[in-house]
């Protein structure tokens, strides 16, 4: 047998280099396709056909078809990223607000108006409105009738 045998003292270390570097350029080969292809599906601007022959193109001739859609419409690309991101942000600080707001006590209005309805119901006498109207207004907290008052047993 002939074979020869290769240890890794036998591979220098500017092939280790070169094999590095081709694997990292093909990596990054791929995520620029991968993202060429998503920002062709993304631009609403394009119909249906523009969209499947850009996609063909790349995807038939990939090298020349990523460097011709870089050129022609690289700048849009960026800017619909950008577009993307404000909007993927503006959602997120929107439902931060929201789950913000939902956690709060609620505001002496919101306590009137609940007292108001309740006293307009029969749940509470007008008494017992009085007392936690003023709690609510002296800031002594949320008044709930349930709490402070005990209604009467036969209604």
């Known amino acids: ?17 070169w094999s590095m570097l081709v694997f990292f ?8 396709l991968f993202r060429v292809i998503v920002d062709v599906f993304r631009d609403d601007g394009m119909n249906g056909w523009a969209k499947a022959a850009w996609t063909l193109f790349v995807i038939v001739v990939p090298f020349l078809g990523v460097l011709v859609y870089l050129i022609a419409r690289g700048k849009g690309m960026g800017e619909r990223e950008v577009a993307q991101a404000r909007a993927q942000q503006e959602a997120f600080d929107s ?17 009137l108006a609940k007292l108001s309805a309740m006293r307009s119901r029969g749940e509470i006498t007008d008494d017992e409105f009085r007392r936690a109207k003023e709690l609510v207004l002296s800031g002594a907290g949320s008044a709930r009738p349930s709490d402070t008052f005990h209604a009467p047993s036969g209604r």
Do not use: C, K
Not at 1 to 17: C, K, N, R
Not at 25 to 32: D, E, G, T
Not at 100 to 108: E, I, K, L, R
């Open 25 to 32: 350029l093909w990596i990054m080969w791929f995520v620029l």
């Open 95 to 111: 439902y931060v607000r929201q789950t913000a707001q939902g956690t709060a006590a609620p505001s002496s209005a919101d306590e």
């Open 1 to 17: 047998m002939s074979a020869q045998t290769y240890l890794a003292y036998d591979y220098p270390v500017l092939g280790v280099f």
